[in-house]
């Protein structure tokens, strides 16, 4: 430390200086020789007068160098010697009042200015007990605030508890203390005044104490006595615009040691305003150095249950002084993990629900990162764990658990299976953890589609994050599964609740069951899972994951569900199900259906899968439930059935004979889906349906289409039932699917329906056949053959046909008759004077056709007509008598004598009638015409009578008797 310049040595020093003028610069100023020779040759008395001057005169030379820059200061010779006797100038009672003034004017001047360099240099030498003296002076003369009470101190004692230092309010007063809070404003109005008025010397005050602070702790401490942080907080509070805040502030936090109780409480101030205007940075940077034991109590003072930390949890603001002071603990935890710890026993985890309470602005990342430190396994953090569990669980409610997901994707296999199993022990569904098996609980109040009995939102949110943790990798799979997601699952579904929309997007139950890599008490997990889906129906959201499968997987799991269902892997089973009381079996067939269902699914993902599910028992549960008359219809089953038709080639005989047993089964029904499926099929896949299921009905190739049937093999009549399903079904698609019908001709239909009749078999049981045939007669392809098989029908029995028939508009039957009519015409030949129909001589089938052309007629009179466009008529006419069979007769004269109707036919054709007439009453007995004649038309028969008295004898009589018949009868 330097010596202080006493009065002795200013003049000695002068007394080596020949001569000073203010043009000279001295390295030693002093009063000259000449004053030191008077002083020694004189008195007491006489020496202070010629010392004051001596000093008056050196005074006054160095006062024409001040003002002067830091920079100017540096060519001023002995500048450092001028600061030296203008410090000894300033001791209190050292010299007069005047010198004293002039002196401190000048160092308050270079203040000012901000010029202090030099002035600083020197005071650091100075002793530090005339630095304490000097130092509040000086400030004083620039800033008199000691002059009055501000702050705080303005404030009567019982109304000071309200408020900080700097007047910031702690805790309001209440709305009947008026008058305190009038004195608050009054004191804050009176120290905005007092700032105003010295508003511009504030920054230069505070800078030039903050460099004296900063050459040692010792100095410090003075500046701290001279009010330097209340001059500090009266620019915080006033806004006051200081440049280089962060190092003003940074000189006292460099020295922990000194925030002693007398300063701790304008410390903590100073601090709040720093962290209430963001200005954190420096603040943190500072506290840094500190020792970890003086940080945590400043900061357990700061946050603490104290009037501080009641200023900063306040949420009002933008941003709030809450945020900010998250903020500012973000920057300390980020220090160390010491000072984390500090952080949290300062209660920042206890802040972090307030926040999201008032929906404050705070930096989740960060929290969520924090919680991560608490959380880790070795992080000896374990009394905040449950607290930091809590603020995790309720991201992950609240989905925001993005940051979450990154993190733990970087955490180790073992960390994460802890961090799932404490999530799913906090907010997981009622029941995680217990010991299985998780059975259906009753008195539970749920819906279908809720989770009423648990916190809904809350399960949700956790089993979704769940499964987003699951999908970050396979290892974090591994660890979701291990930590408990399946029995999380598992207890869900005991309540009767739907888990469907919780495992769909993550397939963690597939992803269980398709890795291999889990024991076989956790695949169980996942197949009871699959189960329980399946038996609610909700599992064709699998089919999209299945469909990427290998055969094998899918193979494995095909026949895990089989063995899951005893009906379906095993026939007693089944027999033994549909034997119990009907009541028993309806929530089992219901379940039953469902998982047929969904295994139809998993056959239509490839052919193979499906060779695959029909090795089961799944054509024959399918099978029972049809015959039970389950009243579930599924448009999968019936597309899979379809497919057994359409890829015939796949499958063998007893899977596709049971596959026409259930399209029987389902065409019994009015309103069915099957219709509806082969509706929506392409012409050439009804193509490949239809010719799959004719197949059904070539008896092993022995069913030949030839024109003798001799030594052929019977027909079974069970087999004509499978075709008039088959028949049947088409029929009705044909009405709503324009290829359908095509598809069946090409399929072969006319021909198995002629091999049929080559058999002496009747198609008349195999229902709406005949709309087919006469549909497909204008079919240039098939046409010849369809009017073999409507001939061979009129000649054999035509009762079925006429029904048909009978049926049609006018519209359509005159569309259909005069092509039906031209193949009955084609069919029947002459042979040796014979009509033979075809395929040879047959009177029965002659008589056949006759009664056939007599019963359409009334049916449709329109049938007179077509007859004669035809020519049939002509064929009749023509005809040896001796061919046409007796007991066809009487239809053969009722139908020709329609011909003798008066006006109505030409002349030509009536006139040829009645010379057959004629002919054959003449040659033939009589009956069969005098019957037909005596149930004509009374018109006809007056016609024939008429015309025909002249031609025969025989006719008279008999025309006369017929007439006298009829009179009598009426």
């Given amino acids: ?162 408020v900080l230092c700097d007047l910031t309010i702690v805790r309001h007063p209440s709305t009947t203390q008026i008058l305190l809070q009038k004195a608050i404003d009054d004191a804050k109005g009176q120290d905005q005044a007092f700032r105003t008025t010295y508003r511009q010397y504030f920054g230069p005050v505070l800078s030039f104490l903050s460099q004296l602070a900063a050459i040692n702790t010792d100095t410090c401490k003075i500046v701290l006595q001279a009010g330097y942080l209340d001059l500090l907080l009266m620019t915080q509070k006033g806004k006051v615009e200081v440049e280089k805040t962060p190092e003003i502030c940074g000189v006292f936090l460099s020295q922990p040691k000194l925030v002693t109780p007398p300063v701790r409480e304008k410390v903590l101030n100073v601090i709040l305003n720093e962290i209430v205007q963001g200005r954190i940075a420096h603040v943190v940077d500072a506290l840094s150095k500190w020792n970890i034991n003086d940080l945590k109590s400043l900061i357990m003072q700061l946050q603490a249950n104290t009037p501080i930390s009641r200023v900063l949890f306040r949420h009002n603001g933008d941003p709030s002084r809450f945020e900010q002071n998250v903020a500012f603990l973000f920057r300390l935890a980020d220090i160390g993990k010491l000072h984390l710890h500090i952080v949290l026993d300062a209660g920042f985890l206890d802040m972090i629900p307030t926040a999201h309470q008032h929906k404050l602005r705070i930096n989740d990342n960060k929290i969520i990162s924090m919680v991560f430190e608490v959380l880790k396994t070795n992080s000896g953090l374990k009394d905040y764990r449950s607290k930091a569990l809590d603020i995790l669980v309720n991201y992950i409610i609240e989905r925001k658990t993005t940051h979450i997901l990154s993190i733990l994707a970087k955490w180790g296999h073992k960390d994460r299976e802890d961090i799932v199993i404490a999530i799913f022990q906090r907010a997981g569904p009622v029941g995680f953890g217990s010991e299985g098996p998780f059975g259906p609980k009753r008195q539970v109040f749920h819906s279908r589609d809720g989770l009423y009995h648990f916190d809904q939102e809350k399960v949700v949110s956790v089993m979704t994050f769940a499964g987003e943790v699951a999908h970050l990798s396979d290892g974090a799979f591994h660890a979701v599964i291990n930590a408990g997601m399946l029995d999380a699952l598992l207890v869900i579904q005991s309540h009767d609740l739907s888990v469907h929309g919780l495992d769909e997007p993550y397939n963690i139950i597939l992803g269980v069951l398709k890795l291999g890599l889990f024991p076989n008490k956790i695949r169980k997990k996942a197949l009871d ?117 359409q890829k015939p080639q796949l499958h063998d005989d007893k899977t596709k004979k049971k596959a026409i047993a259930y399209i029987s089964l389902q065409t019994e029904k009015e309103e069915t889906h099957m219709y509806k499926v082969i509706g929506k099929r392409s012409i050439a896949e009804l193509e490949l349906i239809i010719t799959g299921m004719l197949e059904h009905f070539d008896l092993g190739g022995h069913l030949t289409l030839s024109p003798s049937a001799q030594g052929g093999v019977d027909i079974n009549p069970k087999d004509l039932a499978s075709l008039n399903t088959c028949v049947m079904i088409f029929s009705k698609v044909i009405l709503k699917h324009r290829f359908a019908f095509q598809a069946l001709i090409n399929a072969g239909i006319l021909d198995l329906l002629l091999a049929i009749q080559s058999r002496q078999c009747s198609i008349d049981g195999i229902k709406n056949i005949y709309d087919i045939i006469l549909t497909s007669v204008y079919m240039d392809s098939v046409s010849d053959k369809a009017l073999k098989i409507i001939s061979h029908q009129i000649m054999g029995q035509s009762s079925c046909l006429l029904a048909t028939l009978q049926k049609y508009t006018d519209q359509e039957f005159q569309i259909v008759a005069p092509v039906m009519l031209q193949g009955i015409k084609s069919a029947l030949s002459m042979h040796e004077g014979h009509i033979t129909p075809c395929p040879g001589p047959n009177k029965s089938s002659l008589t056949n056709c006759i009664t056939f052309l007599h019963k359409l007629s009334e049916i449709n009179t329109s049938t007179y007509h077509h007859l004669l466009n035809t020519g049939l008529v002509d064929l009749f006419l023509n005809t040896d008598r001796v061919g046409i069979p007796a007991t066809a007769l009487f239809g053969l004269y009722t139908v020709l004598l329609e011909y003798a109707r008066p006006k109505t036919y030409s002349l030509d054709i009536s006139v040829r009638v009645l010379d057959f007439v004629k002919m054959r009453v003449e040659t033939d007995r009589s009956p069969f015409f005098m019957k037909a004649l005596a149930e004509t038309d009374p018109l006809i028969l007056n016609e024939v009578v008429s015309n025909l008295v002249y031609r025969s004898r025989a006719l008279w009589y008999a025309a006369i008797a017929a007439k006298s018949k009829i009179l009598v009868t009426k």
């Avoid at 006062?63 to 001028?82: D, L, V, Y």
């Avoid at 160092?107 to 240099?121: P, S, T, Y």
């Avoid at 090795?615 to 497919?643: C, H």
Wanted: charged share 25%.
């Fill in 529 to 645: 899972l699959l189960v329980f889906q399946v038996c609610r129906g909700e599992a064709r959201y699998m089919l999209k994951t299945m469909a990427r499968w290998n055969i094998n997987d899918l193979n494995r799991l095909i026949w895990e569900i089989s063995a899951q269902f005893p009906p379906l892997s095993n026939r007693r089973a089944l027999e033994d199900l549909f034997a119990r009381p009907a009541a028993t079996q309806t929530l089992s067939n219901i379940y039953l259906q469902r998982l047929l269902s969904f295994l139809a699914g998993i056959a239509q993902l490839n052919d193979a899968a499906s060779q695959v599910v029909f090795q089961t028992g799944f054509m024959d549960l399918l099978l029972a439930l049809q015959k039970d008359k389950a009243t579930n219809d599924f448009e999968e089953l019936d597309g899979l059935i379809l497919s057994i038709l």
């Fill in 1 to 162: 430390m330097v010596e202080m310049l006493s009065r002795s040595s200013l003049i000695e020093n002068d007394a080596q200086s020949s001569q000073y003028t203010t043009t000279t610069d001295s390295t030693i100023p002093g009063p000259g020789a000449l004053g030191g020779k008077a002083i020694k040759a004189l008195g007491k008395l006489t020496i202070r007068g010629i010392d004051r001057v001596i000093i008056t005169a050196r005074l006054r030379s160095i006062t024409s160098k001040f003002p002067h820059s830091n920079e100017q200061a540096s060519s001023i010779k002995g500048i450092r010697e001028m600061y030296n006797v203008i410090l000894e100038l300033c001791r209190s009672g050292m010299y007069n009042d005047e010198l004293r003034k002039k002196a401190l004017q000048l160092l308050v001047v270079q203040i000012k200015d901000e010029q202090v360099q030099i002035l600083v240099e020197a005071l650091a030498r100075w002793h530090l007990i005339e630095l304490e003296l000097l130092l509040p002076e000086i400030v004083d003369i620039i800033i008199p605030f000691r002059r009055l009470p501000w702050g705080r101190n303005r404030l009567a004692p019982e109304i000071r508890d309200h």
